[in-house]
């Protein structure tokens, strides 16, 4: 947990982009695995699961803001998912 406990910008930056990837990952699997055993009425569709992966990122802005009040941290990822929210609310048409 030391590792994680850094007040760097480009450190909030990584960390605004790798946590919400590993939980589309998360939330992308086991979407397949219900919909390979047949429960579909508990499917997302990938909106949803895009949204829900970048809200994720509200955890670590509120730890690194409030519990840790590391501000650089806290800056870059809230810079990214700021960033990930308005593309995709500018692009959503488009791409979904």
Do not use: C
Not at 3 to 27: H, Q, R, T
Not at 28 to 47: F, H, P
Not at 80 to 86: E, G, L, S
């Amino acid at each position: 947990m030391k590792s994680l406990k850094k007040d760097n910008f480009v450190f909030g930056l990584l960390m605004g982009i790798i946590s919400p990837a590993i939980v589309f990952g998360i939330i992308w699997v086991i979407n397949r695995v219900l919909m390979l055993i047949g429960v579909t009425n508990l499917w997302l569709d990938m909106e949803t699961q895009v949204l829900v992966s970048v809200f994720i990122n509200l955890i670590p802005i509120r730890y690194y803001f409030v519990n840790l009040k590391f501000e650089k941290t806290g800056g870059g990822v809230l810079v990214v998912t700021f960033t990930v929210v308005m593309l995709f609310f500018l692009f959503k048409n488009y791409i979904f």
